[in-house]
């Protein structure tokens, strides 16, 4: 068993990859017809995802998705505390990847998956089910290059609606 700060740091780098992996097959079976329209479907009223949007889901759907972050903490020795602060930070990572505020930087856009990647995964939902990373998508072919980073995502969209109202107007 690892101690002190290297410990600490290798309990959190293995927090992250094993909740990824595990969220990933979660989030992509709560997308099977047999249970989406009665579970996962509340979350997607939301096509272009907001903060309240991250916490907006059905009881089982949010039970589910927790799952992972306590097996980690059942099967590997974590820390008390640093199992609060993960989960803290697993929270505020969850409403950032919904509140349409797209800046992941250039050279980390195709390994994070950010709040374009989530929310061309509310918006066509066979894509982009990671929870941080894009390496289970890409992997199993449900990768998909976020609509926002090609100039040509929701906000991109109303831009240009907004953009010709404006012209009108003038």
């Known amino acids: 068993m690892c101690v002190g700060w290297p410990g600490l740091i290798l309990s959190s780098f293995t927090f992250i990859l094993f909740t990824d ?3 990933y ?3 992509r079976g709560l997308h ?7 579970i996962h479907k509340p979350h997607h009223a939301w096509k ?6 991250s916490h907006a889901f059905h009881p089982i759907d949010g039970f589910v998705q927790s799952v992972p972050y306590h ?13 609060l602060a993960l989960y803290v930070a697993v ?7 919904h509140d349409g505020n797209f800046q992941v930087p250039l050279l ?7 709040a374009a990647h989530h929310t061309d995964h509310h918006l066509y939902y066979t894509c982009n089910y990671g929870q941080y990373f894009t390496l289970w998508d890409r992997l199993c072919g449900s990768f998909h290059y976020p609509s926002a980073y090609e100039g040509c995502g929701p906000l991109d969209h109303i831009e240009k609606v907004e ?8």
């Open 48 to 53: 272009v995802p907001t903060p309240y949007a």
């Open 163 to 170: 953009a010709k109202k404006t012209r009108k107007e003038d």
């Open 91 to 97: 929270n505020i990572w969850t409403v950032s990847i």
């Open 108 to 114: 980390l856009q195709p390994l994070i998956n950010g």
């Open 71 to 83: 097996i980690y903490a059942f099967v590997f020795p974590l820390h008390k505390m640093l199992y």
């Open 25 to 27: 097959w979660i989030h």
């Open 21 to 23: 992996a595990l969220i």
């Open 32 to 38: 099977h017809r047999v249970v989406y329209a009665t």
